[in-house]
């Protein structure tokens, strides 16, 4: 248990459907991430957000909206995706400052299937 | 630019030793290691800071060559919960905001 907790563990959804994912994290940390982990591929940063101010958005298209509403909560709004973005989406923490010493603590993730 | 880990894969019987490299191209800051069970989260291992000490994680350690620009894992008399995939993270000016991982290395300990 690292004290980020991620739902639904696993999505299926059209390429019309919308959807979010949910994060949630009991360790009053300050930022919160997003990361895609597809298969054979490294983890790629999506999002960071710092006292719920975006501080990061790595050239990620559109239809992947983040909402973060608090220090605690963050949402990752999915809508018009593609097969390709199939992919467990991960979600972390930390303690905020943004230092290079800061460990980044995971939730186990959504396994997001597009069909 | 992401790094580049090798080996991809290694198979170890238990109480054996290993090593995972991890590479750069750019001048680094820091270098973090992460493991990942299948199906579970990446767990943090240690962070490695430019000009700072080895790091130990139980029988895990890992050391940072600034100029060669890149960190090694040394895995020493390996037990069965070793077992899942490593992966390096790098960063160049000092924010774990802009930390690119490596493809990860998959790490499995036999009886």
């Known amino acids: 248990e690292t004290g980020v907790t991620q739902t639904p563990r696993h999505l299926v959804m059209g390429m019309t459907n919308k959807k979010s994912l949910k994060c949630e994290q009991h360790?009053?940390?300050?930022?919160m991430y997003w990361y895609k982990q597809s298969a054979k591929k490294p983890l790629e940063l999506m999002f960071v957000?710092?006292?719920?101010?975006?501080?990061e958005n790595n050239s990620v298209p559109s239809r992947f909206s983040p909402e973060c509403p608090n220090s605690s909560h963050l949402f990752l709004h999915l809508h018009t995706l593609q097969p390709e973005d199939s992919a467990l989406y991960l979600c972390a923490s930390s303690h905020g400052a943004g230092g290079a010493d800061e460990k980044l603590f995971f939730g186990s993730g959504t396994q997001l299937s597009v069909l | 630019q992401q790094p580049v880990q090798s080996p991809q894969a290694v198979i170890l019987r238990e109480g054996e030793d290993a090593v995972i490299n991890c590479s750069s191209s750019?001048?680094?800051?820091?270098v973090h290691w992460y493991r990942q069970k299948h199906g579970e989260a990446p767990v943090f291992l240690m962070i490695l800071l430019k000009g700072g000490e080895q790091m130990r994680h139980e029988k895990i350690s890992a050391s940072f060559n600034e100029k060669k620009q890149q960190s090694s894992l040394y895995l020493t008399a390996s037990q069965l919960s070793y077992s899942g995939t490593y992966f390096c993270?790098?960063?160049?000016?000092?924010?774990?905001?802009?930390?690119?991982f490596g493809k990860g290395t998959l790490l499995t300990v036999n009886p």
């Open positions: 360790l009053g940390h300050n930022a």
């Open positions: 993270g790098t960063e160049s000016g000092g924010s774990n905001y802009k930390l690119t």
């Open positions: 750019k001048a680094l800051y820091s």
């Open positions: 957000y710092s006292l719920e101010e975006r501080v």
